[in-house]
T-cell receptor
Framework: GENVEQHPSTLSVQEGDSAVIKCTYSDSASNYFPWYKQELGKGPQLIIDIRSNVGEKKDQRIAVTLNKTAKHFSLHITETQPEDSAVYFCAASRGAAGNKLTFGGGTRVLVKP | NAGVMQNPRHLVRRRGQEARLRCSPMKGHSHVYWYRQLPEEGLKFMVYLQKENIIDESGMPKERFSAEFPKEGPSILRIQQVVRGDSAAYFC??????????????FGEGSRLTVL
């Protein structure tokens, strides 16, 4: 089955700096890669996703890159703000409805004002 | 436009009791997934259901755990004879049934089980 590794496990950045989180996956058939943000006591919320036919996707301060050959993908948050502090999870699946997501272990991001 | 609804949000049980967690998917969604999150850990897949069918239960412990998604009503995750190691947050997610579907999952706020 799929295995997703995520690094780092914790990340502390100064407000305004960039944050980068990296994930690798093992299943070459995976083609859907979402990122979730989880705030304390809440459920994960989808913040951005990317499919294997695209190498990069951007949404305001958030961008995701995908390297299918190397089987890794990354989340980039620019101009970080205190409200970006949360746990971020990457995930991978084969993309069709019904295919389960396999999650990375999570990255706790702390943005220091 | 209600999201995925889970209840109870918090549940306390003594060892040996039963826990029942309920999940109502988003309107129009017919796929339900259950994930477990241990403290300070990621989400681990447990089971995937469609109405009246268990499609993939590869992540479910072999004993004491069961899940259903009846034709009418919410999906239920049932844990019998709970042990302390069952203490965790249990998240339900739903996705729509679409031809060539997106795989996008929408999560509920979770049910936090504490076993004393």
């Amino acid at each position: 089955g799929e295995n997703v590794e995520q690094h780092p496990s914790t990340l502390s950045v100064q407000e305004g700096d960039s944050a980068v989180i990296k994930c690798t996956y093992s299943d070459s058939a995976s083609n859907y890669f979402p990122w979730y943000k989880q705030e304390l006591g809440k459920g994960p919320q989808l913040i951005i996703d990317i499919r294997s036919n695209v190498g990069e996707k951007k949404d305001q301060r958030i961008a995701v890159t995908l390297n299918k050959t190397a089987k890794h993908f990354s989340l980039h948050i620019t101009e970080t703000q205190p409200e970006d502090s949360a746990v971020y999870f990457c995930a991978a699946s084969r993309g069709a409805a019904g295919n389960k997501l396999t999650f990375g272990g999570g990255t706790r991001v702390l943005v220091k004002p | 436009n209600a999201g995925v609804m889970q209840n109870p949000r918090h549940l306390v049980r003594r060892r040996g009791q039963e826990a029942r967690l309920r999940c109502s998917p988003m309107k129009g969604h017919s796929h339900v997934y259950w994930y477990r999150q241990l403290p300070e850990e990621g989400l681990k897949f447990m089971v995937y259901l469609q109405k009246e069918n268990i499609i993939d239960e590869s992540g479910m412990p072999k004993e004491r755990f069961s899940a259903e998604f009846p034709k009418e009503g919410p999906s239920i995750l049932r844990i019998q004879q709970v042990v302390r190691g069952d203490s965790a947050a249990y998240f339900c997610a739903s996705s729509p049934l679409l031809a060539g579907g997106t795989g996008e999952l929408f999560f509920g706020e979770g049910s936090r089980l504490t076993v004393l």
